[in-house]
């Protein structure tokens, strides 16, 4: 069974950075998209960014671009989210997904329903 694993949050101060990492294990996809999305508490979960297989296309939410990067390396077979400039309500879990797609270049909306395999997500605390 596919399986997601996140790692790499923990507290930070505001304005700090972290590189949070999602693996990618036991598949036998072709191409598939990855997505990072948080849950702040008690709020909905939000999609932050997503990225194609091939990396030619990734998409933002409004709220973290120029702070947020997403990449993939796929002969690690992982992806990444840097987030820099932390403000604290960037607080939440953050939890990867990955979507199916036929083709390397392809990229669907970075939504919650749009995904077909979950990580358990890694807490990023923002406080000073």
């Known amino acids: 069974q596919l399986h997601l694993v996140e790692s790499g949050g923990g507290l930070v101060q505001p304005g700090g950075s972290l590189r949070l990492s999602c693996a990618v294990s036991r598949f036998t996809l072709d191409y598939f998209a990855i997505g990072w999305f948080r849950q702040a508490p008690g709020k909905e979960r939000e999609g932050v960014s997503c990225i194609s297989y091939d990396s030619s296309i990734t998409n933002q939410a409004a709220s973290v671009k120029g702070r947020f990067t997403i990449s993939r390396d796929n002969a690690k077979d992982t992806v990444y989210l840097q987030i820099d400039s932390l403000k604290p309500e960037d607080t939440g879990v953050y939890y990867c997904?990955?979507?199916?797609?036929?083709?390397?270049?392809?990229?669907?909306?970075?939504?919650?329903?749009?995904?077909?395999?979950w990580g358990k997500g890694t807490l990023v605390t923002v406080s000073s």
């Open positions: 997904a990955l979507a199916e797609t036929r083709k390397p270049y392809e990229l669907g909306p970075c939504t919650s329903s749009g995904m077909h395999y």
